[in-house]
Every structure is written in structure tokens, then in C-alpha cells.
């Protein structure tokens, strides 16, 4: 597919319903060159896959190493809907917690002292965070 294409599906009816989900699976090729498939948050930013994690994480060292990756976002509902991705990871250190990781942890089963307490604890455990971002390709 060429860029036009893919940019043609991500605007499409199907593809916006999906990026609205809140979880995504990530493959990778771990450091040990097996590969490895996760569940992670997402935003989704008109352009790209915005996934956050923790500065130790094992994927940001097999990302370092190799930042091809494979996405898939899907229903689990008949008949299925799946969008399948791949890109390059792009890996940002950021001081603090990245405002995607906040976005992507949806307040609306919380209330807002719960939120303010998840917050607070959040901010306490890490100190930074890698953004990875995915452009389809």
C-alpha cells in the first residue's frame, strides 16, 4: 500500500471507530530476536499511535535496537472489525508523565477524588516515561 492508501483507510469509518478503543496489541522483536506481542494503551493524534511506558520497560530496549513493530486494534464483537498497523517506533524520554498516558486513562469510571488519587499515585511511581509513537506505514 502506498501512503495514500493507508491515510485513506486511517480517515475511514471503520479505522475512527476502532482508534477510539483504548487498548492495542504491540509486537516487537524482543532482544532474544523472538517475538513478543503486549496489550498497551494508545492515543491516537491524527497521525500516529501514541503508546507510553516506563523508562525500564523490556520493550523500550528491544525498540532501541529494532523499531519495527506491528499493531493490531480489533473488536471482539460479530462481525469483527481489525486494523492492522505497522511502522517504525519512534522513542521520546520524557521528563514527568507524558499527557497521552493521562489521556489515554479514561476518567469516566472515576470519580474525581478517585482520578485526583490515581493521579497523585501515578506521578509518585514514575519519575519518566518513554512516549512511542507509531506512524502507519
Same mark, same amino acid.
Given at each position: 500500500? +502506498?501512503?495514500?492508501? =493507508?491515510?485513506?483507510?486511517? *480517515?475511514?469509518?471503520?479505522?475512527?471507530?476502532? &482508534?477510539?478503543?483504548? =487498548?492495542?496489541?504491540?509486537?516487537?522483536?524482543?532482544?532474544?530476536?523472538? %517475538?513478543? $506481542? $503486549? %496489550?498497551?494503551?494508545?492515543?491516537?493524534? #491524527?497521525?500516529? =499511535? /501514541?503508546?507510553? @511506558?516506563? @523508562?525500564?520497560?523490556?520493550? !523500550?530496549?528491544?525498540?532501541?535496537?529494532?523499531?519495527?513493530?506491528?499493531? @493490531?486494534?480489533?473488536? +471482539? #464483537?460479530?462481525? %469483527?472489525? !481489525? &486494523?492492522?498497523?505497522?511502522?517504525?517506533?519512534?522513542?521520546?524520554?520524557? #521528563?514527568? =508523565?507524558?499527557?497521552?498516558?493521562?489521556?489515554?486513562? #479514561?476518567?469516566?469510571?472515576?470519580?474525581?477524588?478517585?482520578?485526583? *488519587?490515581?493521579?497523585?499515585?501515578?506521578?509518585?511511581?514514575?519519575?519518566?516515561?518513554?512516549?512511542?509513537? /507509531?506512524?502507519?506505514?
Amino acid at each position: 500500500m +502506498d501512503q495514500e492508501q =493507508i491515510d485513506e483507510i486511517m *480517515a475511514g469509518e471503520v479505522a475512527r471507530k476502532l &482508534l477510539q478503543r483504548s =487498548i492495542a496489541r504491540l509486537a516487537y522483536v524482543a532482544r532474544d530476536d523472538t %517475538p513478543r $506481542v $503486549v %496489550p498497551i494503551g494508545y492515543t491516537w493524534d #491524527d497521525s500516529a =499511535i /501514541v503508546m507510553c @511506558t516506563a @523508562t525500564n520497560a523490556a520493550n !523500550i530496549k528491544a525498540l532501541q535496537v529494532n523499531p519495527d513493530v506491528a499493531l @493490531t486494534i480489533d473488536t +471482539d #464483537d460479530f462481525p %469483527p472489525n !481489525i &486494523l492492522l498497523l505497522r511502522g517504525k517506533a519512534e522513542l521520546e524520554w520524557v #521528563d514527568g =508523565i507524558p499527557d497521552e498516558f493521562m489521556q489515554m486513562n #479514561d476518567p469516566s469510571y472515576m470519580t474525581a477524588e478517585q482520578r485526583e *488519587a490515581w493521579e497523585a499515585g501515578v506521578r509518585s511511581l514514575y519519575k519518566a516515561m518513554y512516549r512511542i509513537r /507509531v506512524v502507519p506505514r
